[in-house]
């Protein structure tokens, strides 16, 4: 199982970008997945996620109304919509799969490698 996080990049603060977690040998659509990213210097925290079906989908407080989880089911791809970023949105983001959202939390299940998002001000 691979996953694979791109659409990081350098960004305004107030700009948008998407993120995406394409997987492979693993069917995402069957599966919960979440996007946890991780500050210098900080801990890893979940920032949104969504039940094996897709019909629950949770956000971090500081990022509902900005961030959108969707998914691409021929893709096999999850993305990240963030809009209005800013500068504490600055992070590697990752993903997460192949686990109950609750395990992943915990760090269970596969992880992306990580993609940066740095948000100036």
């Known amino acids: 199982v691979q996953l694979q996080a791109s659409g990081g990049g350098l960004v305004q603060a107030g700009a948008s970008l998407r993120l995406s977690c394409a997987a492979s040998g693993l069917t995402l659509s069957r599966n919960a997945m979440g996007w946890f990213r991780q500050a210098p210097g900080k801990e890893r925290e979940f920032v949104g996620g969504?039940?094996?079906?897709?019909?629950?989908?949770d956000y971090e407080d500081s990022v509902k109304g900005r961030f959108t989880i969707s998914r691409d089911t021929a893709k096999n791809t999850v993305y990240l919509q963030m809009n209005r970023l800013r500068p504490e949105d600055t992070a590697v983001y990752y993903c997460a799969a192949g686990a109950p959202l609750s395990r992943l939390l915990r760090g269970s299940g596969y992880w992306g490698q990580g993609t940066l998002v740095t948000v100036s001000s």
């Open positions: 969504t039940s094996w079906n897709g019909g629950s989908i």
